[in-house]
T-cell receptor, first 111, second 116 residues
Framework: DAKTTQPTSMDCAEGRAANLPCNHS???????VYWYRQIHSQGPQYIIH???NNETNEMASLIITEDRKSSTLILPHATLRDTAVYYC????????????FGTGTSLTVIP | DTAVSQTPKYLVTQMGNDKSIKCEQN?????MYWYKQDSKKFLKIMFS???????INETVPNRFSPKSPDKAHLNLHINSLELGDSAVYFC???????????????FGEGSRLTVL
């Protein structure tokens, strides 16, 4: 049911920006883009979400292309604690609260 | 205080037994969920309850029966456990029912069920 495509894995050097891409070419006009991450053996954690505009919070920035067919999650200064699986999810506002998780991107931050 | 708490964290049991996993949230949310994460790490939604009413049931065998005594609790009872039920079960909550955009799901730390 996941409508997104993400790379299986990525590496990032500690202190550098981590840019995690997500393709959602079939996204509908009422669907939001959400990002969650799951650190090993923990429950998934919300990071950020957006509809059309770029968003930024204390954890990350979300860049959504103008056609909304892809987005990038940016962790500006990756730390070892950012090593996790990152999930990109699209979810419509009128279909209840289903969040369908795909396979995600396993990000490894390297010292 | 833990926002979404699940008990037990670990559960090892024999095939054929019946077991329950409890979940409580103290966030005042009106919607709660159960997700299952299997050995391949796929995270799949099982159930969703809004104000104690079932709103999602994703092709889960009827051996799984969720119970929501109130908005703050959603327990998962599993009858006649099978080997394939071994997984990590995550409880989650959010604010907002059907038709409303919610910002985030809050997940518990998971309950690892091992069926022998």
């Amino acid at each position: 049911d996941a409508k997104t495509t993400q790379p299986t894995s990525m590496d990032c050097a500690e202190g550098r920006a981590a840019n995690l891409p997500c393709n959602h070419s079939t996204i509908s006009g009422n669907e939001y883009v959400y990002w969650y991450r799951q650190i090993h053996s923990q429950g998934p954690q919300y990071i950020i979400h957006g509809l059309k505009n770029n968003e930024t919070n204390e954890m990350a920035s979300l860049i959504i292309t103008e056609d909304r067919k892809s987005s990038t999650l940016i962790l500006p200064h990756a730390t070892l604690r950012d090593t996790a699986v990152y999930y990109c999810i699209v979810r419509a506002s009128n279909t209840g609260n289903q969040f369908y998780f795909g396979t995600g991107t396993s990000l490894t931050v390297i010292p | 205080d833990t926002a979404v708490s699940q008990t037990p964290k670990y559960l090892v049991t024999q095939m054929g037994n019946d077991k329950s996993i409890k979940c409580e949230q103290n966030l005042g949310h009106d919607t709660m969920y159960w997700y299952k994460q299997d050995s391949k790490k796929f995270l799949k939604i099982m159930f969703s309850y809004n104000n104690k009413e079932l709103i999602i049931n994703e092709t889960v065998p009827n051996r799984f029966s969720p119970k929501s005594p109130d908005k703050a609790h959603l327990n998962l009872h599993i009858n006649s456990l099978e080997l394939g039920d071994s997984a990590v079960y995550f409880c989650a909550s959010s604010q907002g029912g059907s038709g409303r955009v919610t910002g985030e799901l809050f997940f518990g730390e998971g309950s690892r069920l091992t069926v022998l």
